[in-house]
């Protein structure tokens, strides 16, 4: 499992230099500015591994447009006082350059864009997104064209588990630093394979003593309902821009499908969702 986050010395922003990435761009530079942290911008360009980045009469044209991009991008980033680094890096899965460079630079958080879609699972193994966060050393924020900063609510979700644990790790981390309220909140389902409100009342409970002493600690609350419905509108109706939860460490070809509430509230939310696996 990766570590969930309890520092931030190194990010990692991943953008391909579209309007969809511009979101967590601005996310991610917030970030480094008021943790202190370095970033590196990475953007990874379509193509087969290995062939040069200067051919005969001149550099790729899409090498070139991408290090323009990152070139560019770092130096508004310098203006801000912010610590930036960054890689262009000609790849055949994209997603591959992006956790590979993650696990090599020993990042502890990835930070990226998605397509303006509603469902993630409709994408399946074909989304970047989603084969990012399924095979990540580290937890990865995603930042739709909704997500802005600065952040005035977290909510992260429970039911229970080491990876919800983790989960609520990371989002009293962030709501510590930066100074956020934060929910807690834990669903009931009904079906037999969950919870009853009894146990997912003391679940929300050992959330709550987990967390004893963080003063940002707005509320520890039980709703009812399909799982990342109840999420995202529990989250909307509190104002939060943040959402933490966790996914399911999978191997092989099945992690690749990060885990049904995960994937969904990341596809359904208009602000950034932090999967900490």
């Known amino acids: 499992m990766a570590a969930p986050v309890e520092r931030l010395e ?3 922003l991943a953008t391909d230099g579209t309007e969809y990435s511009h979101p967590a761009e601005a996310v991610a530079a917030w970030l480094a500015r008021n943790s202190g942290a370095g970033l590196t911008v990475l953007q990874a360009v379509l193509g087969a591994t290995g062939y040069p980045v200067v051919v005969p009469h001149g550099e790729h044209a899409a090498v070139k447009n991408a290090r323009d991009h990152v070139d560019d991008l770092c130096r508004r980033m310098a203006g801000q006082n912010v610590s930036c680094a960054s890689v262009v890096e000609p790849a055949a899965e994209p997603f591959r350059a992006i956790t590979d460079h993650a696990a090599k630079s020993e990042a502890q958080l990835i930070v990226m ?3 303006n879609r509603n469902d993630l699972s409709r994408l ?3 989304d970047s997104t989603a084969k990012v966060i399924g095979h990540a050393p580290c ?7 909704g997500a802005s900063v600065p952040w005035h609510g977290i909510v992260v979700a429970t039911d229970g588990s080491d990876f919800s644990e983790r989960a609520v790790a990371s989002a009293a981390w962030f709501a510590r630093a ?4 934060l929910h807690v909140l834990a669903v009931v389902t009904g079906s037999k394979d969950d919870p009853d409100a009894g146990t997912a009342r003391e679940i929300a409970d050992r959330a709550r003593t987990s967390l004893a002493g963080l003063d940002t600690l707005a509320d520890c609350v039980v709703e009812r309902g399909r799982p990342h419905h109840v999420i995202v509108s529990y989250a909307n109706r509190q104002g939060a821009d943040l959402i933490v939860v966790g996914s399911h460490g999978r191997t092989g070809i099945a992690r690749l499908l ?3 509430v995960s994937e969904r509230v990341v596809g359904h939310f208009d602000g950034a969702v932090l999967v900490v696996k």
Do not use: D, H, T, Y
């Open 10 to 12: 190194r990010i990692l």
């Open 113 to 115: 864009g998605r397509r």
């Open 124 to 126: 399946m193994m074909g």
């Open 139 to 145: 937890p990865v924020l995603v930042a739709p064209r």
């Open 178 to 181: 930066f100074r956020i309220p």
């Open 258 to 260: 990060v885990g049904s």
